[in-house]
Nanobody
Framework: QVQLVESGGGLVQAGGSLRLACAAS????????MGWFRQAPGKEREFVGC????????SYADFVQGRFTISRDNAKKTVYLHMTSLKPEDTAIYYC??????????????????WGQGTQVTVSL
């Protein structure tokens, strides 16, 4: 069982930056691919990006366009989402999720077994 807790959300002006963190419990964190998803009001939850357990592979959604970076610190059992050049359309609740499959890159929500409670990111004009 893995528990995930996101932090770092908040209100930021367009063009600004935020770094989200997701702290995990459990002994096998380094074996999980970790993903970030987001859900805006009235929209489905969508894939933002993911990073494999080793940190050797990453994947991002097209809309990221080089603005977001995912990293992880396995010693701290934490994954990060560093967001820059934020736009109002990035406003959403951001969730981290863990995929039990080793070193799998996937954007499919149903491949992720564990989810955090989410953290709100609001980008103002």
């Amino acid at each position: 069982q893995v528990q995930l807790v996101e932090s770092g959300g908040g209100l930021v002006q367009a063009g600004g930056s935020l770094r989200l963190a997701c702290a995990a419990s459990g002994r096998t964190f380094s074996s999980y691919t970790m993903g970030w998803f987001r859900q805006a009001p009235g929209k489905e939850r969508e894939f933002v990006g993911c990073i494999t357990g080793s940190g050797g592979s990453k994947s991002y959604a097209d809309f990221v366009q080089g603005r977001f970076t995912i990293s992880r610190d396995n010693a701290k059992k934490t994954v990060y989402l560093h967001m820059t050049s934020l736009k109002p359309e990035d406003t959403a609740i951001y969730y981290c999720a863990a995929d039990r499959a080793f070193e799998r890159i996937t954007s499919e929500r149903n491949e992720y077994a564990y989810w955090g409670q989410g953290t709100q990111v609001t980008v103002s004009l």
